[in-house]
């Protein structure tokens, strides 16, 4: 039996709810896939075999281009991605060490986050000094003092701000901040949190012939974004209404999707079996949780679905039962800008909001355990 975790929507004693009041999102420039493609056949060391599979992979992603922050500010010129990820000079060459790595997220991290903040601060019409609470969230580096103590000194936010790091959670984690964002906030109705997810996961590409590590090679890209979570006071239609949040730990399923640190980078695997265990699992947890709030699939006016990967994206739709049309917003911010791992979702809101002014939303994540992330939403 499917077992359902979630968080009960609670109210204060003066009504409060929580809201996404602004999203900021910021990309690195981006690379056609076709480009990244070449330095991946070198990097493989692939023979003439090989690489015909490899090209399958990356160019049956979904992914048009991709933001990576190798490159520099010349995407069309792929020497600073070759600086980084030189041909491998032998068989058992695996690229940079995992220090080399962090060093370069230690500089490139802030950046990013930075711009994503000022972003949402600015959509939400939030001042620098109202920010009490700043969450942070990443799973490509590691470094302190890190991303909360870059941020309160680059936006001038407040000495004494909360603050609280999600680390290598995967690509629901934005789900985890969120909710704890919620619970900021109905606990305390001055409470403002600024969460800020950013991920490299171009530091993360992998060297040899590992074909589960290439198609991570071929999925997953660098961006950050970054939310205002608060009571919705004055901003009417434009909040995200954060009406509940769920969890599911899918059966038998520890092994199926891993993130783990290696002497050459974080290494990432993908088992064959996570769209199947997705069909199996999915559907019941779903119309469970939805009809806890007396919704059914059908009611549900829009869809952010995590892309992690085509495959997912259609295991997804076959087992929710909705058209592939629903999960066009999805779609279309993997083929602009690949797999970022926790920043993908918000993206996908900011891009839902363009068409979809009212009604109950759903997003849906999913990260290693393998475990559901779901968060309910209306606006």
């Known amino acids: 039996m499917t077992r359902l975790a979630a968080s009960p929507l609670r109210i204060g004693a003066r009504g409060a709810r929580a809201a996404i009041l602004g999203i900021g999102a910021a990309s690195p420039p981006p690379v056609a896939q076709e480009q990244i493609l070449r330095v991946a056949r070198e990097m493989a060391g692939a023979n003439s075999q090989q690489e015909a599979w490899l090209d399958r ?5 979904g992914i048009e281009q991709r933001g990576i922050v190798l490159v520099g500010d010349d ?3 792929l020497d600073a991605l070759r600086r980084f990820y030189p041909p491998p000079v032998s068989p058992a060459d695996r690229g940079p060490t995992t220090q080399a790595r962090m060093s370069r997220y230690a500089a490139e991290a802030p950046v990013l986050a930075h711009a994503a903040a000022l972003q949402a601060l600015t959509t939400s019409q939030t001042r620098v000094d109202q920010i009490t609470h700043l969450m942070t969230v990443s799973c490509t580096g590691f470094f302190a003092p890190g991303l909360d103590a870059a941020l309160i000194g680059r936006l001038g936010l407040s000495s004494a701000v909360r603050r609280l790091h999600i680390g290598f959670m995967g690509c629901h984690a934005a789900f985890n901040a969120l909710a704890a964002a919620r619970d900021a906030v109905l606990a305390d109705d001055a409470a403002r949190v600024l969460v800020c997810c950013v991920e490299l996961c ?9 074909p589960g590590k290439l198609v991570a090679n071929a999925l997953f890209a ?5 939310a205002v979570i608060g009571q919705p006071h004055g901003q009417g239609k434009a909040a995200w209404h954060l009406r509940d949040m ?8 520890l092994e199926a999707m891993t993130w783990r640190i290696g002497d050459h980078g974080f290494e990432m695997t993908l088992d064959q079996s996570v769209p199947a265990v997705i069909r199996a ?20 006016a829009g869809w952010a679905i995590h892309p992690g990967g085509p495959k997912i994206l259609s295991a997804v739709a076959d087992t ?14 993997l083929a602009r800008h690949g797999n970022m791992s926790s920043a993908t979702v918000p993206f996908i809101l900011a891009r839902m909001a363009e068409e979809i002014s009212s009604g109950p939303c759903v997003a849906i994540g999913l990260g290693p355990g393998l475990i559901v992330e779901g968060m309910l939403l209306e606006r």
């Open 222 to 226: 660098d961006g950050s974004a970054a």
């Open 202 to 210: 171009s530091l993360h590409f992998a060297y040899g012939w590992d």
């Open 246 to 253: 769920a969890s599911l730990l899918l059966p038998d399923s």
């Open 57 to 61: 992979v990356f160019l049956h992603s």
């Open 75 to 77: 995407p069309g010129n």
């Open 281 to 300: 699992n999915l559907l019941p947890w779903c119309t469970a949780w939805l009809a806890r709030h007396d919704l059914h699939i059908s009611d549900i």
């Open 320 to 333: 929710l039962e909705i058209p592939r049309q629903a999960l066009r917003f999805s779609r279309h911010i």
